[in-house]
C-alpha cells in the first residue's frame, strides 16, 4: 500500500519562506516521480513542480525563481521549498507519485499553505 503523508503547510505573511515535506511508503520513491500540485479556492488543480529518479526538476513558470523541489532518497522524503509567497500562491499542496511508464499514480491528502498578512 503506497501512502503519501504531506506536512509543513501554515499560515506565512506575504514574502515569508515555508517548507513543506512528503514522505512516501512503500518500494515507488526511488522510481516514480514525485511532484507538487496546488489547488487553489474555485480553481483547477496545477502542477508546481516535479523531480524525477534521476534528479531532473520542472517548474511551473509561476513558481521559477522561488520554489525549489528536492528530495531526501534516505528518508524517501521529497521537499518544496517556498521563498517569497504571495497571497496567490494560497492553496491546498498535494504531493503526488507517478510511474514514469504507466498511468498509475498516487496523492497524498494535501496540506493547506495560506499566504496572509
Known amino acids: 500500500q503506497v501512502q503519501l503523508v504531506e506536512s509543513g503547510g501554515g499560515l506565512v505573511q506575504p514574502g515569508g519562506p515555508l517548507r513543506p515535506s512528503c514522505v512516501a511508503s512503500?518500494?515507488?520513491?526511488?522510481?516514480?516521480?514525485m511532484g507538487w500540485y496546488r489547488q487553489a479556492p474555485g480553481k483547477q488543480r496545477e502542477l508546481v513542480a516535479t523531480?524525477?529518479?534521476?534528479?531532473?526538476?520542472n517548474y511551473a513558470d509561476s513558481v521559477k525563481g522561488r520554489f525549489t523541489i528536492s528530495k531526501d532518497n534516505a528518508k524517501n522524503t521529497v521537499f518544496l521549498q517556498v521563498n517569497s509567497l504571495k497571497p496567490e500562491d494560497t492553496a491546498v499542496y498535494y504531493c503526488?507519485?507517478?510511474?514514469?511508464?504507466?498511468?498509475?499514480?498516487?496523492w497524498g491528502q494535501g496540506t493547506q499553505v495560506t499566504v496572509s498578512s
Open positions: 512503500g518500494s515507488i520513491f526511488r522510481v516514480y516521480v
Open positions: 503526488n507519485a507517478k510511474n514514469p511508464f504507466t498511468t498509475q499514480a498516487y
Open positions: 523531480i524525477t529518479n534521476g534528479g531532473s526538476t
